[in-house]
């Protein structure tokens, strides 16, 4: 079963919690000044925004057929069966196809370093596959970000915004986006007060390059035929004409 | 290391300039990392080297294929005297592609892992292969020109004799390649403004690069003939300007069509910041260089080609630099202008260019049959010569 993330804007209260849970569980430096950044980044997988009084949390989607791990031309980024998308920098070259493909600007890459590789919430993949849940949620208050199964996060998610039309907005972030993401935001909003895209196709993005790509194996012998026929014919013809202007030359020789 | 015989000329010391700035800008991007020495940014992950190095790189060297299809499997003889140029120009820019594919990879010594972890969902994978394919049969199409230099008969009779085989799959990766280039961009419907996302854009890239081929050519032997003394063979490079009126058009055509059946013809006449850079490109690729070649006073005249040829370069390299930067910067709400250590790099590859064609095209036979026919006499159509790679012996027609 896919797990997944849903987090309730309507119940967060901006403490930041799951900032810090998330720092100390991959690692990160975490004080006051990265607490105020609200945005992720090479060394922040996970931003609380702000919006006036509303709260928004920024992660990796962990998209269900994810743009960055199509687009890796060595698999150093991957979905789990579990859920999380994680990554591998022993394989990684550093293309950053990723980034470019990201249709939430999740990657983020480490351009100080000599020797950079790709950063991103992995949704705490090894936590995940020792059956226990992520840092973030485990560290949440509140219940605003809660751990689960995904299809039954979905429907928990819009359980709440039947019951309490009020108090959402009548749309699920990743429910349909780009064919589905593994978290789910519910805001009271619209999503575009936090700089998300509102205009995201539901298509999987993989789709895109998979109808053209899924064409060259075909492509190949089909083109590769075409290309020797030719040559064969337009050199025959050649060839021809030459053994005729031979026999020519032969009988004028002889009369 | 270009001047064996020191001749202290105004290009020779500008290239030596651009060159240890080049090394000087090399020291910073490997010691002190990518953050040191490009503009890029986790909002433009892609830059200067990926638009302008790798995608027109690849681009200005369609030259190769487009000619060597036309020669070698078309079996149009006219242009063989010019293929060499092209081949050796299609090889010099896949060098160069992959040396400033080291600069822009964040881990370049990881370069071989396609070889082994594969993806094949991945267009970057496809290109990949594309370009250590094509970069192998390049070396192989331009091996005659080398052993030919050595006169070493044996390897030759054998290269020649396999020869149709890689120029078939010449053709077929280089159409494989350059389409590729443009699928990349297919993955980001909502991220590539919609002058430049569309489904076609494998086709686009795949037309612009034929029309770059040609232009290419028209360039290259215009400048050899004006650097190197060789006779400008004017016919020749007249059937290209015709060739390349058809494939401008053809393109041209399809870009009406596409932005029509996606609804955004509006787009064009709508001030925006795009909107100036998609005219620009437009112009400068298509408009102003068939209205040119149209004419066919200019068409018939050495500098009207010559100068139809350079703007619709202009306009392609511009295409490709929107695609890659301009098409994006208003989705991630950002600007981007290269840094000056990563024009200098670009530079020090453009100048390399420049400089290791020179040098082959004095020590190399490039252009064999001019030496054989000294004093160059302007060929025509009628003096035919062996195929480049005389697979079967021609009888002459």
């Known amino acids: 079963m896919s797990k997944g993330i849903l987090y309730d804007a309507t119940k967060c209260i901006g403490c930041k919690q799951c900032e810090q849970a998330c720092a100390s569980e991959n690692g990160l430096p975490y004080d006051d000044k990265i607490a105020a950044q609200e945005v992720t980044s090479a060394h922040k997988y996970t931003a609380i925004l702000t919006k006036d009084d509303k709260f928004m949390r920024k992660l990796c989607m962990h998209c269900e057929d994810p743009a960055c791990a199509s687009v890796c031309p060595v698999g150093a980024l991957k979905k789990t069966a579990l859920g999380p998308v994680t990554y591998d920098k022993s394989k990684c070259m550093g293309c950053r196809y990723c980034m470019a493909a990201c249709p939430f600007g999740v990657p983020k890459y480490e351009w100080e370093k000599a020797i950079p590789g790709v950063r991103k919430c992995i949704m705490c993949s090894k936590r995940v596959a020792a059956g226990k849940q992520t840092a973030c949620a485990e560290a949440c208050p509140v219940g605003a970000t809660i751990f689960g199964d995904r299809d039954a996060l979905l429907e928990e998610g819009k359980k709440r915004v039947h019951d309490n039309p009020g108090a959402y907005l009548q749309h699920i972030f990743g429910e349909s986006e780009v064919g589905g993401t593994s978290v789910l935001l519910l805001s009271s909003i619209g999503f575009s007060n936090f700089g998300f895209r509102t205009d995201l196709t539901e298509r999987a993005l993989p789709l895109y390059t998979y109808q053209v790509l899924s064409r060259i194996p075909d492509f190949i012998p089909l083109f590769g035929t075409m290309l020797g026929g030719i040559y064969w014919i337009t050199h025959r013809r050649q060839a021809v004409a030459a053994a005729e202007a031979q026999e020519n030359e032969e009988k004028g020789g002889a009369r | ?397």
């Open chain 2, 1 to 397: 290391m270009t001047v064996p015989r020191m001749r202290f000329t105004f290009w020779k010391a500008v290239f030596l300039v651009i060159m240890a700035a080049g090394i000087y800008c090399t020291f910073i991007r490997f010691f002190r990392g990518l953050g040191a020495s490009t503009n890029l940014s986790d909002q433009f992950p892609w830059g200067l080297w990926i638009g302008f190095d790798v995608m027109c790189g690849v681009m200005l060297a369609a030259g190769g294929f487009t000619l060597t299809a036309a020669v070698e499997i078309f079996n149009i003889k006219r242009f063989h005297s010019i293929v060499r140029p092209t081949i050796l120009t299609a090889f010099l820019g896949y060098l160069l592609v992959c040396a400033a594919l080291m600069y822009d990879l964040g881990l370049p010594w990881n370069i071989w892992h396609p070889l082994v972890m594969r993806n094949p969902h991945s267009v970057m994978f496809e290109v990949a292969y594309c370009v250590m394919l094509y970069t192998t049969v390049l070396a192989l199409e331009f091996s005659p020109i080398v052993l030919e230099h050595f006169n070493l008969q044996k390897p030759l009779k054998i290269i020649r004799s396999v020869m149709v085989v890689f120029v078939i799959l010449g053709v077929l990766l280089s159409t494989l390649h350059q389409s590729s280039l443009g699928t990349l961009y297919l993955i980001m419907p909502n991220k590539l403004h919609p002058f430049w996302y569309s489904p076609l854009l494998p086709v686009f890239f795949f037309l612009s690069a034929i029309s770059v081929g040609l232009a290419m050519t028209i360039f290259e032997s215009s400048m050899s003939s004006k650097y190197f003394g060789r006779e400008l063979e004017l016919p020749i490079l007249r059937d290209l300007g015709r060739v390349l009126v058809v494939v401008l058009a053809l393109y041209g055509i399809l870009k009406f069509e596409d932005f029509y059946h996606r609804g955004i013809l509006r787009l064009v006449f709508t001030p925006s910041y795009e909107q100036r850079f998609f005219l620009l490109e437009i112009f400068l690729s298509v408009l102003l260089p068939l209205g040119m070649l149209l004419v066919p006073k200019i068409r018939e005249s050495a500098q009207g080609l010559y100068l139809a040829a350079v703007i619709c370069l202009l306009g392609f390299v511009t295409n490709r630099l929107n695609v890659a930067i301009t098409g994006v910067e208003s989705a991630v709400h950002g600007r981007y202008a290269p840094k000056w250590t990563e024009t200098t790099i670009t530079a020090m590859f453009v100048a390399l260019g420049f400089a290791i064609f020179g040098l082959a095209a004095k020590y190399l036979p490039i252009f064999p049959e001019e030496k054989a026919h000294l004093p160059a006499l302007r060929k025509t159509e009628a003096h035919v010569v062996d195929s480049e790679f005389a697979v079967p012996a021609h009888a002459g027609d």
